[in-house]
């Protein structure tokens, strides 16, 4: 049986995308292309590896055996690559990484900026998500490495986690809010106000947000909590300056917000208000010297943001009023 990588990529994107024409404009080529690929791929493998219904194209029974092993002899291949590269001495011209919303804006921007100066005929990648799917991504090798939640990257298997620095969390309110005008200020009295959060909160800072509540832990108990979501620090910023909203945020991104008068920090105190992200690689692949470049730009760049203090006294602006004279 003689089978080559594009009758693998062929039948792979096939399975993805669940049709000829979607999947031969993936692979850039012609949908009479890849059906006559299929074709002599099945005839080589001697089964039927696709079923054509009304519905879509469906793998077989023999069809999924095929594609688990065909991803795996895929992996592998670009491993094989790698490595041959490696030892060679050669730094390949490309990493394609994923970071999770907040260290995203918080420092790998920043490590970004410093590759591109460093090394610019290096191509960056950089694919901004929640930790689950770039968790996904990094184990069928579609990004070399991630940026994200130490805590949710250690409860999976075969990655290798590094811990970067340890990022406080403040709470944050716009200028002349009403929390603002109260006393002795607790978790309960902040959480009368929609949190502005990602869509993935990670298990342990939910339950303690419900627990700050006086309400039930678990999935159940997550809609008592007021919220609005979305995966965009500076959209979570934004809706926190201009309405009653409460913002969770690193002083990194917030500093010169609070210096200007737009946000005001909370003195609320919490040992878990805070947050450490990793870089996350699978175990048994070797990073290319880019990567390790610019992975040393990303931990320098972390522990500059995590260095970040609050604006003094002095250094802040007047308040600014809110929109509408409210």
């Known amino acids: 049986m003689d089978l080559e990588l594009r009758h693998h990529r062929h039948a792979i994107a096939l399975a993805e995308h669940r049709s000829f024409q979607r999947a031969a404009r993936t692979l850039e080529i012609s949908p009479p292309a890849l059906s006559r690929s299929i074709q002599e791929l099945e005839r080589r493998m001697g089964a039927t590896l696709f079923s054509r219904a009304h519905g ?5 029974d023999v069809g999924r055996i095929y594609l688990a092993k065909a991803r795996a002899v895929l992996a592998q291949s670009g491993d094989l690559e790698r490595e041959m590269l490696l030892i060679r001495g050669l730094e390949i011209g490309e990493l394609r990484f994923g970071a999770g919303v907040y260290p995203s804006e918080m420092f790998v921007a920043k490590a970004m900026a410093r590759m591109a100066r460093a090394h610019p005929a290096v191509k960056l990648t950089a694919i901004s998500n929640s930790i689950d799917t770039l968790l996904q991504m990094l184990r069928r090798r579609e990004i070399d490495f991630a940026i994200g939640d130490q805590k949710t990257a250690e409860l999976a298997r075969g990655l290798r986690v590094t811990p970067l620095a340890w990022h406080k969390g403040y709470l944050v309110v716009r200028a002349g809010h009403p929390l603002l005008a109260g ?6 009295d902040v959480l009368r106000y929609p949190l502005t959060l990602t869509t993935r909160l990670p298990p342990d800072m939910l339950s303690n947000f419900l627990q700050g509540k006086g309400g039930r832990r678990g999935k159940a108990a997550a809609s008592t909590l007021p919220a609005i979501t979305c995966d965009s620090p500076t959209m979570m910023k934004a809706i926190v300056a201009d309405s009653d909203a409460i913002g969770l945020m690193p002083m990194s991104l917030i ?11 909370l003195p609320i105190e919490a040992p878990w208000l805070g947050r450490n992200f990793a870089i996350i ?8 010297p880019s990567a390790e ?8 760049a972390d522990e500059a943001a995590a260095r970040c203090e609050p604006p003094t006294a002095s250094a802040a602006g007047k308040p600014r009023t809110r929109r509408g004279g409210q």
């Not at 690689?281 to 290319?288: H, I, L, Y």
């Not at 470049?293 to 320098?300: C, I, K, T």
């Open 255 to 265: 500093a010169r917000d609070i210096a200007d008068g737009a946000l005001v920090a």
């Open 293 to 300: 470049q610019f992975l040393r730009f990303v931990r320098e």
């Open 183 to 188: 006393t002795a200020l607790k978790l309960k």
């Open 281 to 288: 690689e699978v175990e048994d692949r070797s990073p290319t």
């Open 56 to 60: 879509g194209v469906e793998a077989t």
